[in-house]
C-alpha cells in the first residue's frame, strides 16, 4: 500500500511484479462480504508489565472492544483492526489523556454458504522491546534490535488453547525517559493481540509459521526524496501458500539498520509475515489457497490545525476482489524513510549552503576540492552533534506512528 499527499509517493519493487487486478483464482472461493467499522481508540489505560521500568499507556481495549463485538455477533469475522495512516489527534503530549487514535475494523462473511460457525474475539495485551545501537563514534551507521519473545509467548499460549490469531497491532509505549548512548534500551511498544476463539467450544487447533522477510528502502536526497521498496512480495507469498499455509498477517517489528551517506541513505527493516495451517494438515504439503498482492494508494493531506486527513478509499477495492471470491489478509503501509532520520538532510545540507552562498566554482573539480577541504577541517563534534539527534528525531518519527516530519 502506498499514499500521497503530505509524502512523497515512492516506487515498490518486487522480484515477482504484482497485478492490480488479479485473474480469478484456479478454485475461487465463495462470494464474500465485507463491512468496514470505523472507531476511535482512546489511550489512556497505564498499565504495567514486570520486566518494565515504567508504566505502559496503551489502547482502553474496553472502551472499543463492543464496537468490534457487536459485529462479529452479526456473523461477520474479523479480518484486521488497522490505524487509518496519518491520523493522529492529539491536544497534549504522546499518548496523553488527549490522544485519540482512528481505527478502521475490516470484517467479512459469506452469506452464500450455510449457517457457519460463530466466533468470539479476544484481545491479549502485550510488548516488544526495541534497542537502539550505533557502530561507531562518528559512524552513520545505526542499528535497532527488536526482542519480540513476550509477543510470541502470548501468541502461544492463546494458539495451544484453540485460539486462531487474527491480526497484530501497535498500540502504545512505555512512558519512560531515555538518554544517549552507544548501546540504548528504547521504551517498550504495547501491542494488541486479536484472536477469535469458537463459540462452540474448543474447535481446529492451528500451527504457525513465522517467516524474517526484509525490506529494502532506499533514497536520493533531493527537494522531495523518493524512496524505492525492495521485497519480494510475492515470492514469499507463493512459497509458503505452496506448503499449504495460508497468509495471517505482516507485523512490522521495528527492527532496522540505517545507513546515511551525503547524498544518499538506506535502510533494511524487518517484516515478520505470520502464516498458519490446521495441525491436522502439518504433514500435508496441498496448497489451499492461491494469494496476490494489490498496491493501493490512499491520499495523507493537511486540515489546519486538527493535523492530517487521510482518504482510504480501499472500501470498493476490497469488496470487489470478495465479490471475485478473494478474502483480505492484511494491509502493509508501504515504509519510507523520513528525511527527518538522514543526518545528510537536516544536519549536513544548511551549514553546507551557508558555507557554499556566494561561491562560483569554474570547474567541477574546483567543486570538489572545495568541498574535500570544508569536510576536512570539520570538528570531530559536529558529527557527534549529528549522530546524537538521530536517536530524538527517530524516536519522534516511530511516535507519529512513521508519518512524514521535516522538523
Avoid at 525517559?177 to 552507544?182: A, K, L, R, T
Avoid at 526484509?214 to 521498496?229: C, D, E, F, K, M
Wanted: glycine share 8%.
Amino acid at each position: 500500500m502506498g499514499n500521497s499527499g503530505s509524502r512523497t509517493s515512492g516506487q515498490v519493487l518486487s522480484k515477482t511484479p504484482a497485478a492490480f487486478q488479479p485473474q480469478e483464482p484456479p478454485y475461487p472461493g465463495p462470494c464474500a462480504q465485507y463491512q468496514f467499522v470505523n472507531t476511535q481508540v482512546t489511550m489512556t489505560t497505564p498499565i504495567h508489565f514486570s520486566f518494565s521500568v515504567g508504566e505502559m499507556v496503551t489502547s482502553n481495549v474496553d472502551a472499543y472492544y463492543p464496537v468490534l463485538a457487536q459485529t462479529m455477533d452479526q456473523g461477520y469475522r474479523l479480518l484486521t483492526f488497522y490505524h487509518i495512516p496519518g491520523e493522529v489527534q492529539r491536544t497534549g503530549g504522546l499518548f496523553s489523556q488527549s490522544v485519540n487514535m482512528p481505527f478502521q475494523g475490516i470484517f467479512c462473511r459469506y452469506p452464500q454458504q450455510p449457517e457457519q460457525e460463530r466466533y468470539q474475539l479476544r484481545i491479549e495485551k502485550s510488548v516488544i522491546q526495541p534497542q537502539f545501537m550505533y557502530t561507531g563514534i562518528i559512524s552513520t551507521h545505526s542499528q535497532v534490535y527488536t526482542d519480540t519473545s513476550h509477543l510470541f509467548q502470548t501468541i502461544a499460549n492463546n494458539t495451544q488453547n484453540g485460539g486462531r490469531l487474527v491480526c497484530i497491532e501497535l498500540t502504545g509505549q512505555e512512558t519512560t525517559q531515555i538518554s544517549f548512548s552507544m548501546h540504548q534500551r528504547m521504551p517498550m511498544k504495547g501491542v494488541d493481540l486479536f484472536f477469535e476463539y469458537p463459540m462452540s467450544g474448543r474447535g481446529e487447533t492451528y500451527m504457525y509459521n513465522v517467516v524474517n522477510a526484509p525490506i529494502q528502502v532506499s533514497y536520493s536526497a533531493g527537494l522531495r526524496p523518493t524512496p524505492v521498496v525492495h521485497c519480494d512480495w510475492l515470492g514469499i507469498l507463493a512459497q509458503n501458500l505452496g506448503q499449504g499455509y495460508r497468509l495471517v498477517e505482516i507485523f512490522m517489528d521495528e527492527t532496522q539498520s540505517t545507513q546515511a551517506g551525503f547524498l544518499t541513505a538506506s535502510a533494511q527493516m524487518n517484516s515478520q509475515w505470520f502464516f498458519e495451517k490446521p495441525a491436522s494438515r502439518a504433514n500435508d504439503p496441498t496448497p489451499m489457497y492461491q494469494g496476490t498482492v494489490v498496491e493501493h494508494e490512499i491520499a495523507i493531506s493537511q486540515s489546519g490545525l486538527s493535523g492530517a486527513r487521510t482518504t482510504t478509499n480501499w472500501e470498493m477495492v476490497m469488496q470487489d476482489m470478495g465479490n471475485r471470491g478473494w478474502e483480505l489478509a492484511c494491509i502493509l503501509e508501504t515504509p519510507e524513510i523520513s528525511p527527518d532520520l538522514a543526518p545528510s538532510d537536516f544536519h549536513l545540507f544548511g551549514p553546507l549552503k551557508r558555507h557554499s552562498g556566494g561561491m562560483a566554482f569554474e570547474t567541477e573539480d574546483d567543486l570538489i576540492s572545495e568541498l574535500r577541504n570544508w569536510f576536512d577541517n570539520l570538528d570531530i563534534d559536529f558529527f557527534r552533534v549529528g549522530i546524537n539527534s538521530l536517536l530524538s528525531r527517530r524516536q519522534k518519527c516511530i511516535d507519529l506512528h512513521g508519518d512524514y516530519v521535516e522538523k
